[in-house]
C-alpha cells in the first residue's frame, strides 16, 4: 500500500509554487499526496520564515505536528523552506522530533528525502539535514495546482538582488535568477489549456525579469507573449519594484485586454531618509510621480502597495508623512506591517522606535485605510463589471450565494464579491451589477 504525505505550506506565492512541484515530484514516485494530515504517514511542512510573525506561525504548526507524531495520529515530520534555510544550525537540536529539514536549494530532492525517513537511513544528525545550493538555476519540475481550479501562480524568476536594508530573502533565497521565457510561455500554455483562467505572475522583484539572462528589461516582452496565450483570460501582476517601472511596461499593461489593471507595486516607506536607509531605490518624487502616471495612463487601475511602520530612523515627522502620504494618494489596496527587526540584516542593527510604536503606527494606518477602502467600495455600487465565480458561499432552495472576483480582487489577498444568482456558475465569468455593501464585502447580482 503507497504510503501517505500530508503537506502544508505556509507563507508566500513562491512558497506555494515549491511546496506544488514537491507534490508532482511526491506523486510521481508513487506516493499518495494531500493536504489531509490526518493519520498521514509522513507530513512535509514547508515553512516561511522572512518575518517574526511568519517564523512564529511555523514554529507553532511544527509543535502541534509533534503533538499529533507523539500521540500517534501522524508519523513522521519533514521541514522545509525558509524556516530550516534560516535556522539550519539549530533547528534539529532545538526541535529534534523533526524528522528532516530540507532547505530551499533542495526541494527537488524531497523523493531522496521521504525515502530516507521512510527506511530510517539517518545515523547522524547532520545526515537529517538537506541544504544545497540556493543560487542554482531556478526547478523547472512540474506541479500539481494545488490553489483553485479557477487560477494559478506562474513564477517567473527566484531569489533577489535588491539587498533592502531590512530584508533577509537573498540570503534565504539566493541571488536573482530568472527562468527561460521559453519555460514560462510553455508552462503557462499548458495551464491555459487545463481550464486554467487566471495566471498571477509572481516572483520577488518582477520588474526584474529577465536582466540576469538576457541583458535588458524583459518583462514587456514576456507579458506579449503571454497575452496571445487564446485559453488564458485574466494576468495579474504582483511584487513590481517600483524603480523598473518604465514607459514601455506602463504602455503594454494599459492596452493589454488580458493584463489586469491591478498592480502590486510594494514602497514600504514615502519619506526619503528612510528609504536610503533600507537601500530602496528611488526617491518619494520618483514614487508619487510613477503612481500619477499609472493612474494617468492605466484609467480604472487599481493599486496595492505594502508599508511598514516604526523602520529605522522613523519619528513622528516620518511616519505623519507617511500618513499624509496614504490619506492623499488614496491606494486602493494596502498592506501594513510593524517593522520586525531580522537577524543579520544591517537595519537591525540600526536604533528604531519601540515595538509598541511601531504597532500603534501600523494600527493608526490601518484604520486610515479602512476609511480609504470603505469610500472606494461605496463608489464601486451600482457599477457593473466582469467577475469570475470560484466557489459557493451559501446554497438555499431559493438563492445561491457565490463568492466571485473582479480584476479588483486578488485571490489570498483581497477577498471576495458575494453575487447573488440562481443556477450553478463555478469557475465561469459573469457580468454583475454591485447593488450595496455588507458587512464590508460588496454584493452583486447578475445584470
Not at 514516485?29 to 493519520?39: I, K, L, Q
Not at 519540475?141 to 483553485?148: E, N
Not at 499609472?294 to 511598514?308: A, D, K
Not at 446554497?395 to 440562481?422: F, M, N, Q, W
Amino acid at each position: 500500500m503507497s504510503k501517505t504525505i500530508g503537506v502544508i505550506s505556509l507563507g508566500c506565492s513562491k512558497n506555494r509554487v515549491n511546496t506544488e512541484q514537491m507534490m508532482f515530484l511526491l506523486s510521481q514516485a508513487g506516493y499518495v499526496v494531500s493536504g489531509d494530515t490526518d493519520v498521514a504517514d509522513i507530513v512535509l511542512l514547508n515553512t516561511c520564515g522572512f518575518i517574526d510573525d511568519a517564523k512564529s506561525e511555523a514554529v507553532e504548526m511544527i509543535l502541534e505536528l509533534i503533538a499529533a507524531k507523539d500521540e500517534g495520529r501522524i508519523g513522521k515530520i519533514i521541514v522545509a523552506g525558509c524556516l530550516p534555510q534560516r535556522e539550519r544550525e539549530v533547528i534539529l537540536s532545538e526541535l529534534p522530533e523533526i524528522d528532516a529539514v530540507v532547505g530551499t536549494g533542495s526541494f527537488d530532492d524531497i523523493v531522496n528525502v521521504v525515502r530516507a525517513v521512510e527506511n530510517n537511513e539517518f545515523v547522524n544528525v547532520s545526515d537529517r539535514l538537506f541544504f544545497d545550493n540556493i543560487d542554482a538555476p531556478v526547478s523547472e519540475t512540474p506541479r500539481i495546482i494545488s490553489t483553485s481550479a479557477s487560477w494559478a501562480y506562474l513564477k517567473i524568476a527566484e531569489g533577489c538582488d535588491n539587498r533592502c536594508a531590512f530584508c533577509s530573502i537573498p540570503d534565504i533565497r539566493g541571488k536573482f535568477r530568472s527562468r527561460p521565457m521559453e519555460n514560462i510561455i510553455s508552462e503557462a500554455r499548458r495551464f491555459a489549456n487545463a481550464g486554467i483562467q487566471e495566471l498571477i505572475i509572481v516572483a520577488q522583484d518582477v520588474t526584474r525579469y529577465g536582466f540576469d539572462i538576457y541583458g535588458k528589461n524583459t518583462l514587456s516582452a514576456l507579458l506579449h507573449d503571454l497575452n496571445s496565450i487564446e485559453n488564458l483570460k485574466w494576468i495579474r501582476l504582483h511584487y513590481l519594484y517600483p524603480d523598473k517601472f518604465d514607459d514601455e511596461l506602463i504602455d503594454v499593461i494599459a492596452k493589454s485586454g488580458k493584463i489586469l489593471k491591478y498592480l502590486d507595486i510594494p514602497i514600504q516607506h514615502i519619506n526619503d531618509e528612510i528609504l536610503r536607509k533600507m537601500n530602496r531605490r528611488g526617491s518619494s518624487n520618483d514614487i508619487k510621480n510613477l503612481f500619477t502616471q499609472i493612474r494617468e495612463r492605466i484609467p480604472g487601475v487599481v493599486l496595492r502597495t505594502s508599508l511598514i511602520t516604526g523602520l529605522p530612523g522613523e519619528g513622528e515627522s516620518e511616519f505623519e508623512e507617511l500618513r499624509d502620504f496614504l490619506h492623499e494618494a488614496r491606494i486602493e489596496r494596502v498592506g501594513v506591517f510593524a517593522y520586525s527587526p531580522e537577524e543579520g540584516t544591517p537595519a537591525a542593527k540600526m536604533e528604531r522606535p519601540s515595538k509598541n510604536i511601531a504597532e500603534e503606527r501600523a494600527a493608526l494606518l490601518l484604520d486610515l485605510q479602512s476609511e480609504i477602502m470603505h469610500e472606494w467600495n461605496k463608489s464601486r455600487v451600482d457599477s457593473i463589471m466582469t467577475v469570475l465565480i470560484e466557489g459557493v458561499e451559501s446554497d438555499d432552495a431559493r438563492e445561491i450565494r457565490y463568492l466571485a472576483r473582479s480584476y479588483a480582487e486578488s485571490p489570498e489577498v483581497d477577498g471576495y464579491i458575494t453575487v447573488k444568482a440562481s443556477k450553478p456558475l463555478i469557475n465561469t465569468f459573469l457580468d454583475i451589477r454591485i447593488i450595496g455593501i455588507e458587512n464590508g464585502r460588496l454584493i452583486g447580482e447578475p445584470v
